[in-house]
């Protein structure tokens, strides 16, 4: 099993342990609930996976960085949550990777991994024509995987 499983997989075991990714919200989770979430999950990545690099700046010239950075196979993997509040934020986390790559830190594949409704926000027409050209143009691909069980958040 990759890294990426494997992180993919600690995401889904931690959150389990918030009650609040299962229980329907309008207006998500909380900004206190993901910032614990998103520390709980960073603290067992480092603990099970040493090879993985948790909050990975993007290049030196900014303070952006990647959730996770798996450089053996240029690997970045974002955690959308919530589902992108706008078309910026998926944008902003694209762009890290083509800026991360012209700064010197391949980035061939994005894993976006989020509560359910990731995928089917990804296949809006305007989001996969920009996927696509990311795709076509950059060699970019992007992938998106959903916490099982959690509702839209």
Excluded: H
Excluded at 65 to 82: D, G, V
Aim: with cysteine.
């Amino acid at each position: 099993m990759d890294e990426c499983q494997r992180i993919f997989e600690i995401a889904q075991r931690v959150a389990r342990r918030f009650p609040e990714f299962y229980q329907a919200k309008g207006s998500g989770l909380s900004p206190k609930v993901r910032t614990a979430f998103l520390q709980r999950l960073e603290k067992e990545v480092r603990k099970e996976l040493r090879g993985v690099r948790v909050e990975e700046p993007v290049s030196a010239f900014t303070r952006a960085a990647f959730n996770f950075y798996l450089p053996a196979t240029a690997t970045a993997i974002e955690i959308a949550l919530p589902l992108w509040e706008s078309d910026s934020d998926f944008e902003r986390d694209l762009f890290k990777c083509l800026l991360a790559s012209e700064q010197g830190k391949p980035v061939d594949r994005l894993v976006f991994i989020g509560c359910q409704g990731t995928r089917e926000t990804s296949e809006l027409p305007c989001r996969q024509a920009i996927l696509k050209y990311v795709e076509e143009k950059y060699g970019l691909a992007v992938s998106m995987m959903e916490i099982s069980s959690a509702p839209a958040c």
